[in-house]
């Protein structure tokens, strides 16, 4: 699962490496693939935007709840020692590779579950959908005026598009730099978005969910179709919000504004728990896990594959590499998503043929503990390559 959510997520990070989502919308009209274009867009949009990065921090929740079910002090140490080689990671990555950075919040806020360690199951869900979903549009009125000193979107992704598509490393270094400072202070919901879907990931991990699913096959149907019922509501909900705010007036007050907000950030949150749970029921059956079980080797090297995603991008669309930029449109950027992610599949099977970890998670692992870990195999096999459950390698790399 771990691996399918990665390449959702390489698809909608490739939209901002190859520049083409910081072309303004006439420019894109101008493309020769205008048409197709808008098709890939709309389906990106509907299946993929936000919901691949809510499977893939669901998951990062339950591999951190697996840590933390360690009590003990010197598990909590190493926990956050854990966390801290991760922020690390995600800051160089984020200001000396790509702005986009992920990993940085993501060790922050692995740091705020802490506090949530001794929670019931009801804390860890209602406050993973308060977080989620209640809390950032109501804080919104009062961060807003203090986001009125920043550059505006469009001003700065004029500024990226002419400075990542130079072929000057400055240039390109002191604009990655900016770009990530100015990300992370004026997309400040991302922190509760991220715990939001952590809490309930931990949930998800607390009660076994995914570690044992055939124990709980009946309430994994339940969220599958109660969430796929919800998401879609949402998300019809969004696309005529403009009529439905014209036939019913008390939607423009702020309570209708605020229940409209909430209507949008639930929409990605339902959806990307019916993926999750519609993957794990697919797992089960016997003739669909022969072709699923092959996204584990690109699922246990995730932090290996989504940095090499983020250089390699860069490498192609950036001036600083081969140019290419956004010039043949969203169809090409997604074909090459395709194949960039075909090959790191492939590559990731025949490294864990003879690694037991990936490059980066030895590095994590190593600094984490203090020691080098025994790196290459002797037995020529994938540790979990004929696992019984559909996240099973996934927590097997975070139990290491």
Known sequence: MRGFALFGVFLVNLTYLSLYAFLPEEQQEHLITAGSDRVVAALMT???????????????????ALQMER??????????????VLAVIGAIHGWFIWWGDILLTYAVVGLLLLPFRHASARMLIGSGLVCALLLPPLLLPWIRPLMQGFPRSNDVYAQALQAFGADSWSVALFQNIFTAQWARTTNWALLLFVLGRFLLGYWAGRVGLLQHPRQHHKLLWRLFLGSLVVGLWAMLVEAFQADLRAEFPLLNSELGRYVTRVIQRTAPLAVGIAWACGFV????????QRWLSKLAPVGRMALTNYLLQSIVGVALFYGIGLGVGPRYGLIAVTLVGVMVFSLQAIASYWWLRRFHFGPVEWLWRSLTYGLRPAWRKTGGHIDGEASSSAVSSAIEMENR
């Open 281 to 288: 029921l697919l797992y089960l059956l016997p003739s669909a």
């Open 71 to 84: 009590t003990d002090t010197a598990s909590t140490r190493r926990y956050v020692r854990r966390m801290l």
């Open 46 to 64: 509907w299946l993929v935007d936000i919901k691949a990065i809510t499977v893939f921090s669901l998951l990062f929740g339950l591999g951190f």
